[in-house]
């Protein structure tokens, strides 16, 4: 029986922790690309050291070369520059836009059937920018930002109140950026409301502290941005795809009428399963966080714009 082939584009800190997830967990051969000589192969080498440790049975090459991701199951894609402090997601757009064009023709040759997951920044245009240069089918490209920005949100709340993150049942649609929607309405602690242990006023600061979390990050290292916790998310969706898991999770997909928008990749809940994304749910927002999507909305579409 043939193996799954994971390939991850970009071997730089989020890349390096998606390929020790991936052996980790086992999720199929991995292949690290990078444009860098030497990176993905001291990389791929330095884990495949750690593989008889791990117990792990797979796997690792590292290559400068787009014909070895031929026949992934998946492409992970983080290739781009990192944030700097004082940059936003948005300030990456036109080097990123560059690097993102190589990219989706690199899969299209040689992966054209991989379930596709982008990370890059700025996210919402950069996996549109990936869906259009690839001609893939929007249901195989996604982008990996509501995972990330709930797992935020669950971890303050769950800090907040003294309890296991695992207790947290939140989610965050909208954009990745700072008009990110945290979806009050729908979060529970253990199907509690929220409201029961965090004062209206306290989840204002913590929604706003989720919002900017990425840049906190960024503020701290100084040199440079998230790379455990994203790559720990798209780990999370790459599996869903792969087990045929069914999840539903917040992903930037394509939405063709849903929450009123057409032809946008933004954060919505999305099931995952065997066949990319195979259904987008609706669900029901307050009037203000409704008002919050839409502005969100017109972020991403006037970013997208900009492309």
Do not use: W
Request: with cysteine; charged share 20%.
């Amino acid at each position: 029986m043939e193996r799954r082939k994971i390939a991850l584009i970009g071997a730089g800190n989020i890349g390096g922790a998606l390929a020790y997830l991936a052996a980790i967990k086992e999720l199929g051969d991995i292949v690290l690309f990078d444009v860098v000589e030497g990176l993905p192969q001291g990389k791929a080498l330095d884990i495949s050291h750690s593989i008889p440790v791990l117990a792990s049975s797979v796997s690792i090459k590292g290559t400068n070369s787009y014909e070895d991701i031929k026949d992934a199951d998946v492409c992970i894609v983080t290739a781009g520059i990192a944030r700097k402090p004082g940059m936003s997601r948005d300030d990456l757009l036109n080097t990123n836009a560059g690097i993102m064009k190589s990219v989706a023709q690199g899969i299209k040759k040689n992966a054209p059937k991989a379930f596709v997951i982008v990370i890059s920044n700025p996210l919402d245009a950069m996996v549109t920018l990936c869906q259009k240069e690839s001609g893939m089918p929007p249901e195989m490209v996604v982008g990996m930002a509501g995972v990330l920005d709930s797992a935020r949100y669950r971890a303050f709340l769950a800090e907040e109140i003294g309890v296991s993150p695992v207790s947290i049942n939140a989610m965050v649609l909208g954009g990745h950026g700072d008009t990110m929607v945290p979806v009050r309405s729908h979060t529970t602690v253990n199907a509690i409301p929220i409201s029961k242990f965090v004062s209206d006023a306290r989840l204002t600061e913590i929604e706003k502290r989720v919002r900017g979390a990425g840049g906190e990050v960024v503020s701290l290292l100084k040199t440079g941005s998230a790379y455990f916790s994203p790559a720990a998310s798209a780990i999370e969706m790459a599996i869903s795809f792969l087990n045929d898991q069914k999840r539903i999770l917040p992903s930037a997909v394509m939405l063709k009428g849903q929450y009123g928008y057409q032809d946008l990749y933004i954060g919505a809940p999305a099931l995952i399963g065997a066949k990319g994304v195979e259904k987008i749910i609706e669900i029901d927002l307050t009037d203000s966080e409704k008002k919050e999507l839409d502005v969100s909305a017109a972020a991403v579409k006037e970013l997208v714009g900009l492309l």
